[in-house]
């Protein structure tokens, strides 16, 4: 079956024990194109299908999908609506998790308005920042100072914090996010993190991924033969 070309969610879970970390972070991208497919109308897959659209190897997709709990039919494949389903109940997508937002800043402000559209399986009920400014809001949020942070995990039971603040800072406001009783975070940029134990880190670095695709253009560039020398031979007199 021809198919068209490709496109976190972060659920506060501890990872199964019946799936990898490696396996898991293939889920997503197995769900983005099973939703393009449903788009154009298409009601049956093949992991062959999803190998060719995606580059990977059929066989590992078979497994991904069967620690899942998803299974197929040999040479029926999977109902598409069914697969999206089961994928989708595994990473956590048909619920919502709540989420502090640690950093008010223009790259906390994105990730907010971002995580506002659904889909990601977080919802942001509490705003904070390390410095504050009066009367500063995100959205309907006010932006409140990390010393009101512990009470409020306490009070809301929230486990969750989406962290984005200068890299500087990002160690010692994750220590103290573990201490006030967070044990999920997701970390946008860049910065050490030693959260201790007890609690789950994904952390993303968008201008490092970029580095590394900028590496990898470079590298696929074709080599350029060395130039051959045209000057020419002194005359003898």
Do not use: N
């Amino acid at each position: 079956m021809a198919a068209p070309p490709d496109g976190p969610s972060l659920a506060a879970m501890p990872i199964p024990a019946s799936i990898g970390i490696r396996s898991l972070g293939r889920l997503p991208r197995y769900v983005a194109q099973l939703e393009r497919w449903r788009e154009q109308g298409v009601t049956r897959i093949s992991c062959t299908d999803l190998g060719d659209r995606l580059g990977h190897d059929p066989s590992m997709i078979r497994k991904d999908l069967a620690a899942a709990g998803a299974q197929g039919r040999p040479r029926a494949g999977y109902d598409l609506e069914g697969l999206l389903a089961t994928l989708t109940s595994f990473l956590g997508r048909d619920r919502t998790d709540e989420a502090f937002l640690v950093g008010a800043g223009p790259l906390g402000r994105g990730l907010a308005g971002h995580l506002a559209e659904g889909g990601a399986g977080l919802r942001v009920v509490g705003v904070f920042d390390p410095e504050p400014r009066s009367g500063d809001r995100v959205g309907d949020l006010p932006v409140l100072e990390m010393a009101a942070l512990p009470g409020l995990v306490a009070r809301m039971h929230v486990r969750t914090a989406v962290l984005a603040v200068d890299p500087q800072r990002t160690a010692a406001v994750a220590r103290d996010l573990s201490a006030a009783g967070i044990t999920a975070l997701w970390v946008v940029g860049p910065g050490i993190v030693d959260a201790g134990p007890g609690i789950l880190v994904e952390q993303v670095d968008v201008l490092a991924s970029l580095r590394r695709l900028r590496e990898r253009m470079d590298d696929a560039r074709p080599r350029r033969e060395p130039r051959p020398d045209r000057t020419p031979w002194p005359r003898r007199r």
